[in-house]
């Protein structure tokens, strides 16, 4: 896997733009973009009915395909996020009757990516059972995966920084706020006041929001976008 911290390397579609290019950086660009669509795409296959080793292999199948034949390319950002050209594009092979067809075996003959099968099954099984179309859950997957990379990267700078154990009583935290009970509690365990909790604790929530900046400025054009795929992905993660 990736390590944390590589995610937010590239900057706007500069990831996506690497990906449609013969450079030597061209294949570490292609992976990375598909290690962080698959979840996504694998999701909605499941929810439109598939099996868990169709849609293994339909996403890589896809995957294959979509880098083979240089669609990749046909991204542009004037013409909206790139994750809504990606998911367009995986319903037209679903679509495609001589893709589905013939997607088992490309899947299965070349496997691109390399994926954690067990946990994205498990956060696919953890959605309801029928409050979310397809769609909805590859945008809930999008979502918490851009979440949990940024959630990984502040964990490996808190732990980089002598700051592990902190970070470990703080993370339940960071994504929203708690009693001032629950707050004195941590204080009275860490040896700090409850004051210096929240200071710390709003200082880690302003440090992920820029990690997730980042990473959401891999694949949108402008500062504008960038706010409103945070608001997007907050909406998303609490309905």
């Not at 470990?168 to 009970?181: A, V, Y």
Request: hydrophobic share 40%.
């Amino acid at each position: 896997m990736t390590p944390p911290g590589r995610w937010f390397a590239s900057t706007r579609w500069t990831l996506v733009m690497a990906a449609g290019r013969t450079t030597p950086s061209a294949r570490e660009a292609i992976a990375a973009l598909c290690e962080l669509y698959w979840p996504p795409l694998y999701g909605y296959a499941r929810r439109a009915g598939y099996s868990v080793d169709q849609a293994e292999d339909l996403t890589q199948a896809f995957f294959a395909r979509f880098l083979e034949k240089g669609d990749v390319q046909a991204a542009d950002p004037r013409r909206g996020r790139f994750r809504s050209f990606l998911l367009t594009s995986f319903k037209h092979f679903l679509l495609n009757e001589r893709d589905r067809e013939h997607a088992l075996k490309r899947g299965g003959g070349q496997r691109l990516l390399t994926f954690d099968l067990e946990s994205a099954e498990a956060r696919y099984a953890a959605e309801p059972v029928a409050a979310f179309t397809p769609e909805s859950i590859f945008e809930r997957q999008w979502a918490q995966g851009v979440l949990d990379r940024g959630l990984a990267t502040l964990r490996a700078e808190c732990a980089s920084a002598g700051k592990a154990s902190t970070f470990g009583h703080l993370e339940e935290f960071i994504l929203g706020d708690r009693s001032p009970g629950g707050y004195a509690q941590v204080a009275e365990t860490l040896g700090a006041t409850e004051g210096a909790i929240k200071v710390t604790v709003h200082r880690l929530r302003r440090r992920l929001r820029e990690l997730l900046r980042v990473e959401i400025a891999s694949t949108v054009s402008d500062d504008e976008d960038i706010d409103a795929e945070i608001r997007h992905l907050i909406s998303v993660l609490t309905r």
